[in-house]
């Protein structure tokens, strides 16, 4: 039997499944996928409102500018959440990403360089649709699962430097790869007399963009930031043979950090991006407000954002609104940084409701 058109009507119909169990977020199961914030955790415990201050946030390279010496830094990150739909139904679900790396360090020619690899889009999670058949007269039911596991990452080679005292400039260049490994099956209540199918493949995705920032200090205690993006296509490829050409959205981004006193740093954020030319998308709009006090080798961080989503069921972009908050400690004289934030996200939607509890933990290393 060729299983092939069984699997295609499959996705079709499952398009309009609920969805029933996931790794990743319930809003972005009928799209492109999630798409991530690429933020240190620093960044995520201010409510990403010092990302565009961030060397070590893989987004804006200006902060890059500052560097004093050679960096990596890792990120990983645990969530644990709760789904809720209109029909009263519920679901635990817990998951653990790796969503940043970056290595960056100092070049003879007062240029510094970063590359690294961060989550673009997410795109792990499991559909399933119960339904029946009318077969030899009689209705047969069964159970339909879309099974997706994989991500988009963005590989970044970065550059930044100073033109002058006060301004910073950086540009980077984007390579957008991964893969999801898809499966489709089909199992009937009547296993005996009905054949269970399914379908198993590897799906590749890549792409590739560009982005430009700068910062300038106004005053010793106030600077701003500014940052865009533009991406090409995302080309999906199946069985080595192209099988779709998705838009993907242009981004901007623009911050203020005030710094009033030595041990007290502020910070406020706004940011946009066009996922309305990707289908389904939503253009989103966000901004976020954050704080840093303490001393260098022990921060303590705060921090709001409110957010909207970018894919999710209904006409209507469904929002976010977290709150964040974080420590970090240095140790071995400096030289390393131990940083932890905790989030409280809620996601709502038409239909679906999420409330996140994440934790990330950090390390950065400056032999």
């Given at each position: 039997m060729n299983v092939r058109p069984v699997v295609l009507a499959l996705a079709v119909a499952l398009a309009a499944a609920l969805p029933a169990a996931a790794q990743d977020s319930q809003f972005g199961v009928h799209s492109l996928g999630t798409p991530a914030r690429q933020e240190s955790v620093r960044a995520r415990a201010t409510g990403g409102s010092f990302t565009l201050f961030d060397e070590m946030s893989p987004l804006a390279e200006a902060p890059l500018a500052d560097l004093e010496r050679g960096?990596?830094?890792?990120?990983?990150?645990?969530?644990?959440?709760?789904?809720?739909?209109?029909?009263?139904?519920?679901?635990e679900l817990?998951?653990?990403?790796?969503?940043?790396?970056?290595?960056?360090?100092?070049?003879?020619?007062?240029?510094?360089?970063?590359?690294?690899?961060?989550?673009?889009?997410?795109?792990?999670y499991v559909v399933t649709q119960r339904d029946s058949v009318a077969l030899r007269g009689q209705m047969e039911p069964y159970a339909d699962e879309h099974k997706s596991d994989g991500n988009?990452?963005?590989?970044?080679?970065?550059?930044?430097?100073?033109?002058?005292?006060?301004?910073?400039?950086?540009?980077?260049?984007?390579?957008?790869?991964?893969?999801?490994?898809e499966e489709v099956r089909r199992r009937w209540d009547d296993s005996v007399t009905y054949s269970n199918t399914?379908?198993?493949?590897?799906?590749?995705?890549?792409?590739?963009?560009?982005?430009?920032s700068a910062m300038l200090d106004v005053t010793r205690r106030l600077r701003v930031a500014g940052w865009a993006r533009f991406d090409t296509r995302l080309k999906t490829k199946a069985r080595g043979q192209s099988?779709?050409?998705?838009?993907?959205?242009?981004?901007?981004?623009?911050?203020?950090?005030?710094?009033?006193?030595?041990?007290?740093?502020?910070?406020?954020?706004?940011?946009?991006?066009?996922?309305?030319?990707?289908?389904?998308?939503?253009?989103?709009?966000?901004?976020s407000i954050g704080a840093e006090a303490g001393s260098p080798g022990l921060p303590v961080r705060l921090g709001v954002r409110r957010?909207?989503?970018?894919?999710?069921?209904?006409?209507?972009?469904?929002?976010?609104?977290g709150?964040?908050?974080?420590?970090?400690?240095?140790?071995?004289?400096?030289?390393?940084?131990?940083?932890?934030?905790?989030?409280?996200?809620?996601?709502?939607?038409?239909?679906?409701?999420?409330?996140?509890?994440?934790?990330?933990?950090?390390?950065?290393?400056?032999p």
């Amino acid at each position: 039997m060729n299983v092939r058109p069984v699997v295609l009507a499959l996705a079709v119909a499952l398009a309009a499944a609920l969805p029933a169990a996931a790794q990743d977020s319930q809003f972005g199961v009928h799209s492109l996928g999630t798409p991530a914030r690429q933020e240190s955790v620093r960044a995520r415990a201010t409510g990403g409102s010092f990302t565009l201050f961030d060397e070590m946030s893989p987004l804006a390279e200006a902060p890059l500018a500052d560097l004093e010496r050679g960096s990596f830094g890792a990120h990983t990150q645990v969530t644990r959440r709760t789904v809720a739909f209109a029909g009263g139904e519920s679901h635990e679900l817990k998951d653990t990403r790796f969503p940043v790396l970056v290595a960056a360090g100092r070049t003879p020619w007062r240029v510094r360089i970063a590359t690294g690899v961060a989550t673009y889009v997410e795109r792990s999670y499991v559909v399933t649709q119960r339904d029946s058949v009318a077969l030899r007269g009689q209705m047969e039911p069964y159970a339909d699962e879309h099974k997706s596991d994989g991500n988009v990452g963005d590989i970044r080679l970065a550059l930044a430097g100073r033109p002058f005292k006060a301004l910073a400039v950086g540009g980077a260049l984007h390579l957008l790869t991964g893969s999801t490994q898809e499966e489709v099956r089909r199992r009937w209540d009547d296993s005996v007399t009905y054949s269970n199918t399914f379908e198993l493949q590897d799906v590749q995705y890549n792409g590739l963009g560009g982005s430009l920032s700068a910062m300038l200090d106004v005053t010793r205690r106030l600077r701003v930031a500014g940052w865009a993006r533009f991406d090409t296509r995302l080309k999906t490829k199946a069985r080595g043979q192209s099988v779709d050409s998705t838009d993907l959205p242009a981004q901007l981004a623009g911050a203020l950090e005030w710094h009033p006193r030595n041990a007290l740093r502020v910070a406020a954020a706004v940011r946009w991006a066009g996922w309305s030319v990707a289908p389904g998308g939503h253009d989103t709009f966000g901004w976020s407000i954050g704080a840093e006090a303490g001393s260098p080798g022990l921060p303590v961080r705060l921090g709001v954002r409110r957010d909207l989503m970018a894919f999710g069921p209904g006409p209507d972009a469904p929002t976010e609104l977290g709150l964040t908050a974080g420590v970090a400690r240095r140790f071995s004289d400096g030289r390393a940084r131990l940083e932890v934030a905790i989030e409280r996200m809620i996601r709502s939607g038409q239909g679906l409701e999420e409330r996140l509890w994440t934790l990330d933990v950090g390390l950065v290393v400056r032999p």
